[in-house]
């Protein structure tokens, strides 16, 4: 299981970290020291009241540069309790969490999202702000190898996320989807809402490749018309628009040259007579075929 999710570690550096809160500023913060000790040495000797809004502002900078260790050494050096708004403590969570997934922390990450003192912020917030949290909490699932858990969450979640997170919602949905089994997907869709029974139907006739390109692009037209409002229609995962794409632009004709003595004709026979044998199957079991020449 952990090896699968090694595969999607990097999309998380993509996460968006949009606003739920006010972004602090600072006319000292523009001054990035660069490096963690002359940071730490200013905030040092910087008073309480603005050491912990300069920390902030500065942990977000770095964090935009992607120094995620420099950017845990600055919220480390608080606690949130010591910011002055409620929208900055949300803040410090926010990119505290997303600094230690983006450094493969994931364990510590959902630890900090399940702090009684973020849930009890979270209370006041509206739904985007608490799905947003939700979905670091989605990240941290699948960093920790629980994929169907990840997933059913983004599921809940997905309507209630602000536009710029559906993008990323979607495409970890649908990675994390095609790296379960066909048993891992089924057992999911009896948990499943509406629009995550789509999504995996969407994934199983993908991941079904056995009966050809024209009938898994068949099955597609077929899951159009049933799930005429899911989101994946109006911007369906790569890997879905090509496959319509594959069936057009199939060659109608091959040529297929093999030397026909020489020291490799035996073995440019063997290769003629497995791709005829293919050819032929292909063609007994009503599929379009090239002409071959």
Request: proline share 4%.
């Amino acid at each position: 299981m952990f090896l699968r999710v090694l595969t999607i570690i990097g999309l998380f550096s993509a996460l968006i970290l949009s606003g739920c809160s006010t972004t602090p500023s600072s006319s000292t913060a523009s001054q990035l020291p660069s490096s963690r000790s002359q940071a730490q040495e200013v905030l040092a000797n910087t008073p309480k009241r603005q050491r912990a809004e300069l920390a902030l502002a500065w942990a977000e900078q770095y964090a935009d540069e992607k120094r995620y260790e420099e950017a845990l050494a600055m919220l480390n050096t608080v606690k949130p309790q010591e910011l002055t708004s409620t929208d900055h403590q949300l803040k410090w969570y926010q990119l505290k969490a997303h600094a230690l997934l983006s450094e493969n922390k994931a364990r510590e990450a959902s630890l900090l999202l399940d702090e009684p003192h973020l849930t009890n912020l979270l209370k006041e917030e509206d739904s985007a702000t608490q799905a947003m949290f939700e979905l670091l909490k989605a990240d941290a699932l699948a960093l920790n190898g629980d994929i169907q858990r990840s997933v059913l969450l983004r599921f809940t979640i997905d309507s209630k996320l602000k536009p710029q997170d559906h993008e990323y919602n979607h495409d970890l949905i649908w990675q994390l989807l095609t790296q379960l089994s066909d048993e891992e997907r089924e057992a999911l869709s009896e948990q499943a809402n509406q629009d995550g029974q789509g999504w995996i139907a969407l994934a199983q006739l993908y991941q079904d490749d056995t009966q050809g390109l024209e009938a898994q692009v068949k099955l597609l037209h077929q899951w159009q018309r049933r799930w005429w409002q899911h989101p994946a229609l109006k911007n369906p995962p790569e890997a879905i628009a090509n496959l319509e794409k594959a069936l057009k632009d199939r060659p109608r004709h091959l040529a297929v040259l093999l030397p026909q003595q020489g020291a490799v004709a035996g073995a440019a026979h063997a290769l003629r007579d497995g791709f005829m044998a293919a050819y032929y199957l292909n063609q007994a079991q009503g599929h379009d075929t090239p002409e071959v020449r």
